[in-house]
């Protein structure tokens, strides 16, 4: 089945740990992103990638890092900078580099930092 | 930026129509996404308008003017199923974001 996956779904980190959040997509998308949702709240962009080997920053990049070395993948990596880190975090992907296209989502992962 | 504006909540009766308005201003154009947003999941698409005017897709349709900066929703023979929040998305400026608005959470009851 082609997809995207998140995982894991929830994730709970101690203050000033490191987390990375995986992302990965087999539905051969050249597009990746990252968004944040506060209860209540909308999507945030974090960060986006339109293909291997780039990304940029969104919205809400600080605290966080990214990679795309494959085009199926694209981790979240929730720093101890990240000032208030708990929230749900969604990735998704789009076919081509263009605003038109859409978006699809994967489930989501829950973050909790205790 | 963008200024993205939706009602917070609506509550509807099953059965009902329920219309669910967006006003945004943005810098570039490239038409507009509606998602829908059940509580704990992901979004999932459900419409997105290019040209002005009415699409329709099955009880569901959307309703665009560029030039007015204007959508809207339009869910028809509710559901209970169709309690979620739905989110007006137009394109941004540029590349390939999107920006979300703040959703609109629908309640439809018995």
């Known amino acids: 089945d082609g997809g995207i996956t998140q995982s894991p779904k929830y994730l709970f980190r101690k203050e000033g740990q490191n987390v990375t959040l995986s992302c990965e997509q087999n539905l051969n998308h050249d597009a990746m992103y990252w968004y944040r949702q506060d209860p209540g709240q909308g999507l945030r962009l974090i960060y986006y990638s339109q293909i291997v080997n780039d990304f940029q920053k969104g919205d809400i990049a600080e605290g966080y890092s990214v990679s795309r070395e494959k085009k199926e993948s694209f981790p979240l990596t929730v720093t101890s900078a990240q000032k208030n880190p708990t929230a749900f975090y969604l990735c998704?992907?789009?076919?081509?580099?263009?605003?038109?296209?859409?978006?699809?989502f994967g489930p989501g992962t829950r973050l909790t930092v205790l | 930026g963008q200024n993205i504006d939706q009602p917070t909540e609506m509550t509807a009766t099953e059965g009902a129509i329920v219309q669910i308005n967006c006003t945004y201003q943005?810098?570039?154009?490239?038409?507009l996404f509606w998602y829908q947003q059940h509580a704990g999941e992901a979004p999932t698409f459900l419409s997105y308008?290019?040209?002005?005017g009415l699409e329709e897709k099955g009880r569901f349709s959307s309703f665009l003017s560029r030039s007015k900066g204007y959508s809207y929703l339009l869910l028809k023979e509710l559901q209970m199923k169709d309690s979620a929040s739905y989110l007006c998305a137009p394109p941004g400026d540029g590349a390939n974001n999107l920006f979300f608005g703040t959703g609109t959470r629908l309640t439809v009851i018995p």
């Open positions: 308008n290019v040209l002005d």
């Open positions: 998704a992907s789009s076919d081509r580099r263009f605003s038109t296209d859409t978006q699809y």
């Open positions: 943005t810098s570039g154009f490239n038409g």
